[in-house]
T-cell receptor
Framework: GAVVSQHPSWVICKSGTSVKIECRSL??????MFWYRQFPKQSLMLMAT?????????EQGVEKDKFLINHASLTLSTLTVTSAHPEDSSFYIC????????????FGPGTRLTVT | DAKTTQPTSMDCAEGRAANLPCNHS???????VYWYRQIHSQGPQYIIH???NNETNEMASLIITEDRKSSTLILPHATLRDTAVYYC???????????????FGEGTQLTVNP
């Protein structure tokens, strides 16, 4: 149980275009989802926290107009990187918190974004 | 959440026990010790967590000192597939506060050698 999926697993896009990454909790309802970003040889950095049906809360320094997060249902959250630039190339990882008894946090496999 | 300190890297021979230390001297009474690992280019994987008693599951054992200021993750028989970055995280348990979330430090790069 407690599986989180991400799609796509990797994506290449041209500079200036937008790309959407999906995060799904497959066997539980996720009241809260988190988005992390990881640059090479660095640790995971939390970008934003989203609760189902409400606006996401962004960490300091993360541009909310550039990284659009939608958490429309208890099993799906999306991250859209708008007007992507090469410096947005990174490994994006979502995480979902189980809304059941223990509120534990489970991670997706990550999405590798390369902006050319 | 309390801060943790881990060695940057460790090596271990395949088949031997890997003991990964973590210092968390400012841990609060209601904070748990969590361990995750991240194999290269994958999402983090939950390993184990504990409050004050030693814990064991199919993946590892967690030994927490009596004063709770440090802990050790033990992989009893390390394999090459255990090569990963291991993160020790101290936080309030998820069910104790809806606002709790996991924040990652630099972790320990464990390399298991043949």
């Amino acid at each position: 149980g407690a599986v989180v999926s991400q799609h796509p697993s990797w994506v290449i896009c041209k500079s200036g275009t937008s790309v959407k990454i999906e995060c799904r909790s497959l066997d539980f309802q996720a009241t809260t989802m988190f988005w992390y970003r990881q640059f090479p040889k660095q640790s995971l950095m939390l970008m934003a926290t989203s609760n189902e049906g409400s606006k996401a809360t962004y960490e300091q320094g993360v541009e909310k107009d550039k990284f659009l997060i939608n958490h429309a249902s208890l099993t799906l959250s999306t991250l859209t990187v708008t007007s992507a630039h090469p410096e947005d190339s990174s490994f994006y990882i979502c995480s979902a918190r189980d809304g059941g008894a223990f509120y534990e946090q489970y991670f997706g496999p990550g999405t590798r974004l390369t902006v050319t | 959440d309390a801060k943790t300190t881990q060695p940057t890297s460790m090596d271990c021979a395949e088949g031997r026990a890997a003991n990964l230390p973590c210092n968390h001297s400012t841990i609060s009474g209601n904070e748990y010790v969590y361990w995750y690992r991240q194999i290269h280019s994958q999402g983090p994987q939950y390993i184990i967590h504990g409050l004050k008693n030693n814990e064991t599951n199919e993946m590892a054992s967690l030994i927490i000192t009596e004063d709770r200021k440090s802990s050790t993750l033990i992989l009893p028989h390390a394999t090459l597939r255990d090569t990963a970055v291991y993160y020790c995280i101290v936080r309030v348990a998820g069910w104790q506060t809806s606002g709790s979330r996991l924040t990652f430090g630099e972790g320990t790069q464990l390399t298991v050698n043949p």
